[in-house]
C-alpha cells in the first residue's frame, strides 16, 4: 500500500536517538524543504513565545509549529493523491486549491511519525491555515504565529497591526488577520473551516 510507504520513507530518515527539531529538520532536508524549515522553526519559537504570554502550553505550541508545515514537502501536485492514500476527506473546495491540504498532510504525519497524540496539538496543526468553528487559545497561538513569521521572509507588511490587534486578544488578532484576508481579491477559494472561523470572529468581535 502506497499509504504506508510514504509513511515508511518519511520514518526512514529519522533516528531515535536525534531530538525532535533534529528530526524535522532531517524531514525537510529529505525533500529539499530547507526554507520551509526555517520558517517552521521561527513559527515554533514566535509560538513557544505566544504561549507563555497568554499562559497556554508553550512544549504544545512549539511543537505544533515545528510540524505544521511538514507536509509542504509533498507537492501541490501531489497533495490531492497523497491525502486519498492517507484517508483524508477533501472539500471540494481543496481539490480546487490544493496547497491547503499540506495543513491536514501535516496532521497526519504528526501522529504517525512523532506519535503525537495530544489533541489539542493536532488540531492546532490541522487549521493553522483557516483556523475553524471553535478554534482553541493553542490554534489562535500557532495561527498568529505562521501570519506574523510568515514566509515570505522579512516582517510582513501587516505585522505591527496585528501585533496590536492580539494586544486586545488573540480571538481579535485572529479576526483582524481574517477579515483583511476575506476581503482580499487573492482569495481565491473560501474554504468551509476559514467560513465558520470568519462567521464566529465576527459575531464575538465586531
Ligand atoms: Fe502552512
Ligand atoms: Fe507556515
Known amino acids: 500500500m502506497i499509504t504506508i510507504s510514504l509513511i515508511e ?3 526512514r530518515l529519522i533516528n531515535d536517538e536525534d531530538s525532535f527539531e533534529t528530526q524535522v529538520q532531517k524531514i525537510f532536508v529529505a525533500y ?22 497568554y499562559g497556554e502550553d508553550a512544549y504544545g505550541a512549539f511543537r505544533a509549529g515545528l510540524l505544521h508545515d ?18 483524508i476527506d477533501l472539500y471540494e473546495e481543496e481539490h480546487t486549491v490544493p496547497m491547503i ?9 504528526a501522529k504517525e511519525i512523532f506519535h503525537i497524540e495530544d489533541q489539542n496539538v493536532l488540531t492546532a496543526i490541522e487549521t493553522h491555515t483557516t483556523l475553524h468553528k471553535k478554534p482553541s487559545a493553542l490554534d489562535h497561538i500557532v495561527f498568529l504565529a505562521d501570519k506574523l513569521k510568515w514566509d515570505q521572509g522579512g516582517e510582513p507588511p501587516y505585522g505591527d497591526e496585528l501585533r496590536r490587534a492580539m494586544q486586545q486578544s488573540l480571538e481579535y488578532g485572529s479576526f483582524y488577520f481574517i477579515d483583511q484576508l476575506y476581503h482580499s481579491p487573492s ?17 464575538t468581535n465586531e
Open 32 to 53: 529539499h524543504c530547507v526554507p520551509i524549515f526555517d520558517h517552521s522553526l521561527e513559527v515554533a519559537r514566535e509560538a513557544k513565545a505566544l504561549a507563555k504570554t
Open 70 to 87: 511538514i507536509g509542504g514537502i509533498i507537492p501541490n501536485e501531489n497533495r490531492v493523491s497523497v491525502a486519498t492514500k492517507l484517508e
Open 9 to 11: 520513507e518519511i520514518r
Open 101 to 109: 491540504i499540506h495543513q491536514k498532510i501535516s496532521k497526519v504525519i
Open 187 to 203: 482569495l481565491k477559494i473560501i474554504h468551509p473551516w476559514l467560513r465558520d472561523a470568519y462567521e464566529r470572529l465576527k459575531a
